[in-house]
């Protein structure tokens, strides 16, 4: 597989985690495909592992995302332009400190807007509270799956 389709399917893994953060995307299947179209180009016995380890872990992942309970978004009162800023924020903590950054870098990216946006350490500290029991473990679950993947196909990608 060449640099530039290397270069293609990290993009399109990008778009997956980032579509995780935004409603009606879905990001894990953005995920899989990226590795399905790697592994189909690649042909190696690492590339097949990895894409029979992400359909587990991305099928888990809805598993265990259908057992929890829903609840609404807008209750919490948190924008959608908070959550997926600190989402984004979670991605970034994941390459910046493997693995644990991911849940680190959203739950403190979400504090720290909300700090911004409300101006009291109380006011943010019960939002950022309200707006995780609302829908932050649905979707640390589900990218932090996505991130596990990415991880993977990374580690493959380097090693090879």
């Not at 399917?9 to 879905?26: E, K, N, S």
């Not at 359909?55 to 992942?61: G, K, Q």
């Not at 979400?110 to 943010?124: I, K």
Request: glycine share 14%.
């Amino acid at each position: 597989m060449s640099a530039w389709q290397l270069v293609a399917v990290g993009a399109v893994m990008l778009l997956g985690l980032f579509g995780v953060l935004v409603p009606g995307i879905p990001g894990p299947l953005i995920v899989w495909a990226g590795v399905l179209w790697w592994a189909l180009t690649e042909t190696s016995a690492a590339a097949w592992a990895v894409l029979f380890g992400a359909t587990a872990v991305l099928l888990l992942n809805q598993a265990v995302k259908w057992l929890l309970p829903t609840r609404d978004l807008r209750a919490a009162g948190t924008p959608y332009r908070t959550l997926f800023l600190a989402g984004t924020a979670g991605i970034v903590g994941f390459f910046v400190i493997p693995v644990i950054g991911g849940p680190l870098g959203a739950i403190g990216g979400l504090y720290l807007l909300e700090r911004v946006r409300l101006g009291s350490h109380g006011d943010a500290w019960a939002s950022t509270r309200t707006a995780m029991r609302a829908i932050g473990l649905s979707v640390l679950i589900e990218l932090f799956s996505c991130l596990l993947v990415v991880g993977a196909w990374t580690g493959v990608v380097i090693a090879g």
